[in-house]
């Protein structure tokens, strides 16, 4: 049975709809044997060990063979086919036809270890060049596509073949096909740019996708047309690639070019080698006009004027975006603000941006830290140049030198290309910002001297171009390429670092662990690292054709994600609980990388809500939560934390699986909404949210192991009174902020007596009094006016203590909102988001709030979430913001379960509550019943103290992973023996040897004393006996003196003198 498993296998497809052909024949050459494909285009063909040509034909398409198929021991190799349709009334066709008679035509691709990059035709490319690189064999998977080519040797489609046509071949067999061209030549404003994208978006489902990544200042949609073999999504490995034009409104010639590359590279795919190629190998998207609002305003014949140039709102965009050496004061643009959200959502890998006015390639950097006009070099400037070659080569009068000699007889650009800033400074520019803050590599390609051309002259910019707009596409598949992966288990690594020795420019891989890294041809030292792995260091020679494919397996530090178990852990009972561990780890880095969430949300799409969203006021509210609780009682929660000035109930909902059970080994989530009545968009999205989460238990795996794992709390109204107060679509009212007796409860939290000047507000009071609760891991607040998440503290403070994790947190949920990233701000907003997140101080610097009291007194972290610029929006935007806001909401969740957690006990097993968990020598944490503890914490090492009265302190260092769950740790404290800080058994000894010490010395000191008593009362009475009569009566005088001394000092030499006094009388 296994040898059904060896030979090749694949489906056949039509070229111009993607349609699955059945009953077309798969011939092997020197076999006798043909089969069929079946009704879905499929078919295996088994077949030894060894190199094979296949050639697939159907009746009315253009036949194809694929030479060189790799077949190898074990596995099947994948091989696709897309075939062209045979059209009567084209020479193209009429030629591919008559090649049916004859000998059909070789094709594109070979089976090997990694497949062959589309910067080649080449009939048979067998293995990987260059020295040191580890090469992945990846099953042999190739794609062949009808009308391909071959030759005997490699041919760079940089430059046109014989004939002209894109990729034609001059192998034995081949049919030499002309491209065909585009036809439409002229000027298209909006509504026609927009006709024409969708036209070609409808005549070519099976490889276009059209979309929008927002709107210009007047509402026009910013278009953009994905070009892929499977348009719509990621394919790991596949690098993506962006054409932008239309900067500058009045620049028109770049808009043009990118409509008429959509319909050749349509209209060519599956007929057209190179074209056809480059579309499966690649993802490509094309946004004709970032500034459809300037367009409008342009003129035809404008050669060297402004009308049009800037937006709308009379900003240049190219001028518009944050620099790495200037603070751009001007605010930032909706179409700014959109293409940056845009670049930050795919993986983009190169990219140019079409102007006009000039004739040269321009790369970073754009302008200087001194502002001066001079040569501002970028740490990848040999890719730079390389990459911008390949265009100017390819337009002879851009290579020439001399762009526009009569307007700029002075300027002259050395082989076409120059550095931005050594022509002149452009702050703020697009180019710089993809390469500083994306994977992105970009260059400005100034596409003629006349801004805005009369469209008899379109036709002329095409046939200068074409060859250049195709042979940049290709500059995307050079350098090196490949997959970060978990040793452990296989999976991507997401976020992992590519660095590459001597080049101070790092990228990122993507979210199944996929990168491409740009390099000029020549030997680099890459590495990869990753927060909780060993980092991996590989050699690589970088050749001139095409990316070599690196691989790194990375191992995990301190074992599966985290330090386990303590001195004295039971074996048995560790062993059970590392294994349950590892299982949920999976289940969570699962969630947490690639497409997970993505996933769950699309699994969950049937259960969620129909139709707009509503507000509710408070009766509305209460009765909402009243129907959660009665519908999911066996989940569901209902609790009254206390009342508002107007006696309205503030509520609270548990969901979990075992609701108002304590779970101290279960992490405790909290998610709060209403602070300020007039912004109640949170409101909604957590009454929707709870909606969700019961929706789904027991119907979505995932969702329902989230909450059987997780107690999650949500407040959904801290301010009720302010709420009835507010009124819809009031974006800037403050009307409803306050509560009653108008305080802002965010000001109002005081966990000191002597901060406080009057009584806590009651909403206050009750929502401290659910803070100080023990055993909250998380807590995520949403508020209204901006779109960003801010972190702690509120209050103006010098330094935070574990900032790296607060701002950790809120920067994941940043990450996973659509817009938030995109550094957008809100009409305005004086402050600079970067990134979509920031410390709360920088944003409205206060004391009182309720973040910071989180933090102070109840142990907790949280993060504010600003969901929308609008504080009370219309209604019709609720399902807008809700599907903006679900997945960072789920991928709090999530989160919750990362960082450390486990259990202090002493050494019979009884565990300890309330001992102190210092984290990093900062943070406190305090053990719950049980002696359970949990403590969130950015990804990477972390010191970990335990700390109990009559116990000695324990230290751990723990690595903490972004993508895995907590391992839980067992802390073991022995009994505190220390004195003064000294061990007991030292001090014991120390002291006993003292008393001896001090006993020995006593003795000493007595003898020696009594022996000179003795000395002394010997020569007393020798001294006595020579005493003459008058010292005696001297003595007898003095008789009642000595009798008051004698009762003063009683002592036994006093009384021997007395005897002594008596004798001699």
Same mark, same amino acid.
């Given at each position: 049975?296994?040898?059904?498993?060896?030979?090749?296998?694949?489906?056949?497809?039509?070229?111009?709809?993607?349609?699955?052909?059945?009953? #077309?024949?798969?011939?092997?050459?020197?076999?006798?044997?043909?089969?069929?494909?079946?009704?879905?285009?499929?078919?295996?063909?088994?077949?030894?060990?060894?190199?094979?040509?296949?050639?697939?034909?159907? +009746?009315?398409?253009?036949?194809?063979?694929?030479?060189?198929?790799?077949?190898?021991?074990?596995?099947?190799?994948?091989?696709?086919?897309?075939?062209?349709?045979?059209?009567?009334?084209?020479?193209?066709?009429?030629?591919?036809?008559?090649?049916?008679?004859? @000998?059909?035509?070789?094709?594109?691709?070979?089976?090997?270890?990694?497949?062959?990059?589309?910067?080649?035709?080449?009939?048979?490319?067998?293995?990987?060049?260059?020295?040191?690189?580890?090469?992945?064999?990846?099953?042999?998977?190739?794609?062949?596509?009808?009308?391909?080519?071959?030759?005997?040797?490699?041919?760079?489609?940089?430059?046109?073949?014989?004939?002209?046509?894109?990729?034609?071949?001059?192998?034995?067999?081949?049919?030499?096909?002309?491209?065909?061209?585009?036809?439409?030549?002229?000027?298209?404003?909006?509504?026609?740019?927009?006709?024409?994208?969708?036209?070609?978006?409808?005549?070519?489902?099976?490889?276009?996708?059209?979309?929008?990544?927002?709107?210009?200042?007047?509402?026009?949609?910013?278009?953009?047309?994905?070009?892929?073999?499977?348009?719509?999504?990621?394919?790991?490995?596949?690098?993506?690639?962006?054409?932008?034009?239309?900067?500058?409104?009045?620049?028109?010639?770049?808009?043009?070019?990118?409509?008429?590359?959509?319909?050749?590279?349509?209209?060519?795919?599956?007929?057209?080698?190179?074209?056809?190629?480059?579309?499966?190998?690649?993802?490509?998207?094309?946004?004709?006009?970032?500034?459809?609002?300037?367009?409008?305003?342009?003129?035809?014949?404008?050669?060297?004027?402004?009308?049009?140039?800037?937006?709308?709102?009379?900003?240049?965009?190219?001028?518009?975006?944050?620099?790495? /050496?200037?603070?751009?004061?001007?605010?930032?643009?909706?179409?700014?603000?959109?293409?940056?959200?845009?670049?930050?959502?795919?993986?983009?890998?190169?990219?140019?941006?079409?102007?006009?006015?000039?004739?040269?390639?321009?790369?970073?950097?754009?302008?200087?830290?001194?502002?001066?006009?001079?040569?501002?070099?970028?740490?990848?400037?040999?890719?730079? @140049?390389?990459?911008?070659?390949?265009?100017?080569?390819?337009?002879?009068?851009?290579?020439?030198?001399?762009?526009?000699?009569?307007?700029?007889?002075?300027?002259?650009?050395?082989?076409?290309?120059?550095?931005?800033?050594?022509?002149?400074? #452009?702050?703020?520019?697009?180019?710089?910002?993809?390469?500083?803050?994306?994977?992105?590599?970009?260059?400005?390609?100034?596409?003629?001297?006349?801004? &805005?051309?009369?469209?008899?002259?379109?036709?002329? /910019?095409?046939?200068?171009?074409?060859?250049?707009?195709?042979?940049?596409?290709?500059?995307?598949?050079?350098?090196?390429?490949?997959?970060?992966?978990?040793?452990?288990?296989?999976?991507?690594?997401?976020?992992?670092?590519?660095?590459?020795?001597?080049?101070?420019?790092? #990228?990122?891989?993507?979210?199944?662990?996929?990168?491409?890294?740009?390099?000029?041809?020549?030997?680099?030292?890459?590495?990869?690292?990753?927060?909780?792995?060993?980092?991996?260091?590989?050699?690589?020679?970088?050749?001139?054709?095409?990316?070599?494919?690196?691989?790194?397996?990375?191992?995990?530090?301190?074992?599966?994600?985290?330090?386990?178990?303590?001195?004295?852990?039971?074996?048995?009972?560790?062993?059970?609980?590392?294994?349950?561990?590892?299982?949920?780890?999976?289940?969570?880095?699962?969630?947490?990388?690639?497409?997970?969430?993505?996933?769950?949300?699309?699994?969950?799409?049937?259960?969620?809500?129909?139709?707009?969203?509503? /507000?509710?006021?408070?009766?509305?509210?209460?009765?909402?939560?009243?129907?959660?609780?009665?519908?999911?009682?066996?989940?569901?929660?209902?609790?009254?934390?206390?009342?508002?000035?107007?006696?309205?109930?503030?509520?609270?909902?548990?969901?979990?699986?075992?609701?108002?059970?304590?779970?101290?080994?279960?992490?405790?989530?909290?998610?709060?909404?209403?602070?300020?009545?007039?912004?109640?968009?949170?409101?909604?999205?957590?009454?929707?949210? *709870?909606?969700?989460?019961?929706?789904? &238990?027991?119907?979505?795996? *995932?969702?329902?192991?989230?909450?059987?794992?997780?107690?999650?709390?949500?407040?959904?109204?801290?301010?009720?009174?302010?709420?009835?107060?507010?009124?819809?679509?009031?974006?800037?009212?403050?009307?409803?902020?306050?509560?009653?007796?108008? @305080?802002?409860?965010?000001?109002?939290?005081?966990?000191?007596?002597?901060?406080?000047?009057?009584?806590?507000?009651?909403?206050?009071?009750?929502?401290?009094?659910?803070?100080?609760?023990?055993?909250?891991?998380?807590?995520?607040?949403?508020?209204?006016?901006?779109?960003?998440?801010?972190?702690?503290?509120?209050?103006?403070?010098?330094?935070?203590?574990?900032?790296?994790?607060?701002? &950790?947190?809120?920067?994941?949920?940043?990450?996973?909102?659509?817009?938030?990233?995109?550094?957008?701000?809100?009409?305005?907003?004086?402050?600079?988001?970067?990134?979509?997140?920031?410390?709360?101080?920088?944003?409205?610097?206060?004391?009182?709030?309720?973040?910071?009291?989180?933090?102070?007194?109840?142990?907790?972290?949280?993060?504010?979430?600003?969901?929308?610029?609008?504080?009370?929006?219309?209604?019709?935007?609720?399902?807008?913001?809700?599907?903006?806001?679900?997945?960072?909401?789920?991928?709090?969740?999530?989160? #919750?379960?990362?960082?450390?957690?486990?259990?202090?006990?002493?050494?019979?097993?009884?565990?300890?509550?309330?001992?102190?968990?210092?984290?990093?020598?900062?943070?406190?944490?305090?053990?719950?019943?049980?002696?359970?503890?949990?403590?969130?914490?950015?990804?990477?090492?972390?010191?970990?103290?335990?700390?109990?009265?009559? &116990?000695?302190?324990?230290?751990?260092?723990?690595?903490?992973?972004?993508?895995?769950?907590?391992?839980?740790?067992?802390?073991?404290?022995?009994?505190?023996?220390?004195?003064?800080?000294?061990?007991?058994?030292?001090?014991?000894?120390?002291?006993?040897?003292?008393?001896?010490?001090?006993?020995?010395?006593?003795?000493?000191?007595?003898?020696?004393?009594?022996?000179?008593?003795?000395?002394?009362?010997?020569?007393?009475?020798?001294?006595?006996?020579?005493?003459?009569?008058?010292?005696?009566?001297?003595?007898?005088?003095?008789?009642?003196?000595?009798?008051?001394?004698?009762?003063?000092?009683?002592?036994?030499? +006093?009384?021997?003198?007395?005897?002594?006094?008596?004798? @001699?009388?």
């Amino acid at each position: 049975m296994e040898q059904a498993h060896i030979g090749v296998r694949g489906f056949v497809r039509d070229a111009r709809n993607g349609a699955a052909l059945p009953d #077309v024949r798969i011939l092997v050459a020197g076999i006798n044997h043909n089969i069929t494909t079946g009704r879905f285009g499929d078919y295996y063909r088994l077949l030894l060990p060894g190199n094979y040509n296949v050639t697939a034909m159907a +009746e009315g398409y253009t036949p194809m063979v694929v030479t060189n198929v790799q077949v190898v021991e074990g596995k099947a190799s994948e091989l696709n086919f897309t075939l062209a349709p045979l059209a009567a009334d084209t020479p193209a066709a009429a030629a591919a036809a008559g090649a049916v008679t004859s @000998k059909p035509p070789t094709a594109t691709t070979t089976t090997t270890a990694t497949p062959a990059s589309p910067t080649e035709n080449t009939a048979a490319h067998t293995g990987n060049d260059g020295g040191g690189a580890i090469p992945e064999n990846s099953g042999s998977e190739t794609s062949a596509e009808s009308g391909s080519s071959t030759s005997g040797s490699a041919a760079d489609p940089a430059s046109p073949p014989a004939g002209g046509g894109a990729g034609a071949g001059s192998g034995s067999g081949t049919v030499a096909t002309e491209p065909v061209e585009p036809e439409d030549f002229r000027h298209h404003h909006y509504q026609d740019m927009m006709l024409f994208l969708l036209k070609y978006s409808a005549k070519c489902p099976a490889i276009t996708h059209l979309y929008s990544v927002g709107k210009s200042v007047e509402g026009r949609e910013l278009y953009v047309m994905e070009i892929s073999d499977n348009p719509g999504m990621h394919e790991p490995g596949e690098p993506e690639f962006k054409y932008i034009g239309n900067m500058h409104g009045n620049e028109v010639v770049g808009r043009e070019l990118l409509l008429n590359l959509i319909e050749y590279l349509c209209r060519n795919y599956g007929v057209d080698p190179e074209v056809t190629l480059l579309v499966n190998s690649t993802r490509i998207h094309i946004m004709p006009s970032m500034n459809p609002d300037g367009y409008e305003k342009g003129r035809e014949g404008d050669v060297r004027g402004y009308a049009g140039r800037n937006n709308s709102n009379n900003y240049d965009l190219n001028r518009n975006f944050p620099d790495q /050496y200037t603070t751009i004061t001007e605010p930032r643009q909706p179409e700014t603000i959109a293409v940056m959200n845009w670049l930050r959502s795919y993986p983009f890998v190169l990219s140019a941006n079409l102007h006009g006015g000039s004739l040269v390639v321009n790369y970073p950097y754009d302008d200087d830290p001194a502002g001066r006009t001079q040569y501002s070099k970028s740490p990848d400037d040999e890719v730079f @140049k390389m990459v911008a070659r390949a265009y100017s080569e390819e337009n002879v009068l851009m290579h020439n030198g001399h762009p526009c000699e009569k307007l700029y007889p002075s300027e002259f650009f050395k082989d076409g290309i120059t550095n931005g800033a050594k022509w002149y400074n #452009v702050p703020g520019g697009m180019q710089d910002w993809n390469y500083v803050n994306t994977n992105c590599f970009e260059v400005t390609i100034e596409l003629g001297c006349v801004k &805005y051309p009369h469209a008899s002259d379109l036709r002329s /910019y095409w046939e200068q171009n074409r060859r250049a707009l195709l042979r940049y596409m290709h500059q995307v598949h050079k350098g090196v390429k490949g997959m970060v992966i978990d040793l452990t288990d296989g999976t991507g690594i997401p976020n992992a670092t590519i660095s590459v020795d001597g080049i101070n420019h790092h #990228v990122r891989t993507y979210k199944d662990g996929d990168y491409w890294r740009l390099l000029a041809p020549g030997v680099y030292n890459i590495t990869a690292t990753a927060q909780g792995y060993s980092p991996m260091r590989i050699t690589v020679s970088v050749q001139e054709k095409e990316a070599m494919e690196v691989n790194f397996r990375l191992p995990r530090l301190g074992g599966a994600g985290g330090l386990s178990g303590g001195e004295g852990s039971d074996p048995v009972t560790r062993g059970a609980a590392e294994l349950a561990d590892q299982e949920f780890q999976g289940f969570i880095r699962r969630l947490s990388i690639g497409s997970g969430l993505d996933q769950l949300i699309l699994d969950t799409s049937a259960t969620a809500t129909q139709g707009s969203l509503s /507000y509710h006021n408070y009766q509305g509210l209460s009765e909402f939560m009243r129907g959660l609780n009665l519908n999911f009682p066996k989940i569901v929660s209902l609790r009254n934390l206390g009342q508002s000035w107007e006696y309205r109930t503030i509520w609270a909902l548990e969901i979990s699986n075992n609701p108002d059970v304590p779970e101290p080994s279960k992490p405790k989530i909290r998610f709060m909404a209403g602070i300020h009545g007039n912004a109640p968009v949170g409101t909604e999205l957590l009454l929707e949210f *709870a909606t969700y989460l019961c929706m789904n &238990y027991g119907k979505n795996p *995932a969702i329902t192991r989230l909450i059987n794992e997780t107690r999650i709390i949500i407040v959904p109204s801290i301010n009720p009174d302010g709420r009835q107060q507010a009124r819809e679509q009031q974006c800037n009212s403050t009307l409803g902020k306050t509560n009653a007796r108008g @305080k802002d409860l965010d000001t109002d939290f005081f966990g000191n007596a002597s901060q406080r000047v009057v009584e806590a507000q009651p909403e206050t009071r009750a929502v401290m009094d659910l803070i100080l609760e023990k055993g909250y891991t998380l807590s995520v607040a949403l508020d209204g006016g901006s779109v960003l998440a801010t972190y702690p503290y509120d209050k103006p403070v010098q330094s935070v203590e574990n900032e790296e994790t607060l701002k &950790y947190l809120a920067k994941v949920y940043a990450d996973n909102h659509p817009t938030m990233p995109g550094d957008t701000g809100c009409p305005g907003e004086s402050t600079t988001m970067n990134g979509g997140f920031l410390r709360a101080a920088e944003k409205h610097s206060h004391m009182g709030s309720m973040k910071d009291f989180s933090m102070d007194f109840g142990h907790c972290p949280e993060i504010t979430v600003y969901t929308s610029c609008c504080l009370f929006p219309p209604a019709d935007r609720l399902a807008a913001l809700w599907a903006e806001n679900r997945k960072p909401l789920l991928r709090m969740l999530v989160e #919750v379960h990362k960082g450390v957690r486990g259990v202090v006990r002493d050494k019979s097993g009884k565990p300890i509550v309330g001992a102190m968990i210092v984290l990093n020598g900062g943070v406190r944490v305090f053990t719950s019943e049980g002696g359970y503890f949990h403590a969130l914490l950015a990804p990477g090492s972390h010191n970990i103290e335990a700390v109990a009265e009559g &116990y000695q302190q324990q230290r751990q260092e723990v690595i903490v992973s972004a993508y895995q769950a907590a391992m839980s740790i067992v802390i073991e404290f022995d009994m505190d023996n220390r004195i003064f800080g000294l061990p007991r058994e030292f001090v014991v000894a120390t002291a006993a040897a003292s008393m001896t010490a001090l006993i020995v010395t006593a003795c000493i000191i007595w003898c020696v004393c009594s022996a000179k008593s003795n000395r002394q009362k010997d020569g007393f009475h020798r001294l006595r006996q020579q005493h003459d009569y008058d010292d005696e009566i001297h003595l007898t005088s003095m008789g009642s003196k000595k009798s008051l001394l004698s009762h003063e000092f009683q002592d036994d030499s +006093e009384s021997e003198e007395d005897t002594l006094y008596a004798n @001699k009388m």
